[in-house]
């Protein structure tokens, strides 16, 4: 088990450019989070999936965005026209079914820079 | 509206002391917290966590210590290496099964 993936670890993009992250989440986890996280806060909650169906979505998660995660694998995360504003640190997390004692697993992250 | 709050944004400790790192949430409906550790470039990692039903849980160097009625956690690392020097999230579950995360303290061990 290699833990959760995350690809690509840096992205530069000018402003209004698309980019699309990925994340491979540890094989037996069937919850898979996505997080964002800017300079000098802590981690906030973007989206989950249980599967391949998407649960929830937070608003921080405006029209530009989506995400999707087919066969209930590896995940996808797509920004559509890039916004200075968009530039963090999207971090994705797995874990296996919610009880006490569970925690999320996070990848390293794909640190956005929007130019 | 920050539901889990940690208003030190850093702390800095000698080596073999101990760090204590503090918590505060205002959700009655959180009952599960973790803390978690933090290097540059690197996704949080899990450390410890805590059930709503405990008032302490230990493992190793960390203690982490719930005072429920008044909605405070708190971190203790007992006795502090360099290696710790991270940035130290709580976060909390409530019903809404996901996580909330405090904005992070970067605890430095001097040594």
């Known amino acids: 088990d290699t833990g959760v993936s995350q690809d690509p670890r840096h992205k530069i993009t000018k402003r209004g450019q698309n980019v699309t992250f990925r994340c491979d989440p540890i094989?037996?986890?069937?919850?898979l989070y996505w997080y964002r996280q800017t300079l000098g806060q802590g981690p906030e909650f973007l989206t989950y999936f249980q599967n391949e169906a998407q649960l929830e979505k937070s608003r921080l998660l405006s029209d530009r965005f989506s995400a999707e995660r087919p066969k209930g694998s590896f995940s996808t995360l797509e920004i559509q026209r890039t916004e200075q504003g968009d530039s963090a640190m999207y971090l994705c997390?797995?874990?296996?079914?919610?009880?006490?004692?569970?925690?999320?697993?996070f990848g390293s992250g794909t640190r956005l820079t929007v130019v | 509206d920050q539901q889990v709050k940690q208003n030190s944004p850093s702390l800095s400790v000698q080596e073999g002391r101990i760090s204590i790192l503090n918590c505060d949430y205002t959700n009655s409906m959180f009952d599960y917290f973790l803390w978690y550790k933090k290097y540059p470039a690197e996704g949080p990692t899990f450390l410890i966590s805590?059930?709503?039903?405990?008032d302490k849980n230990e493992d190793g160097r960390f203690t982490v210590f719930l005072n429920k009625s008044a909605k405070h956690l708190s971190l203790h690392i007992v006795p502090s290496q360099p290696g710790d020097s991270a940035v130290y999230f709580c976060?909390?579950?409530?019903?809404?099964?996901?996580?909330?995360f405090g904005s992070g303290t970067q605890l430095t061990v001097l040594p």
């Open positions: 805590i059930s709503s039903i405990k």
């Open positions: 094989s037996e986890h069937n919850r």
């Open positions: 976060a909390a579950f409530g019903s809404a099964r996901q996580l909330t």
């Open positions: 997390a797995s874990s296996p079914r919610l009880r006490q004692g569970v925690h999320y697993t």
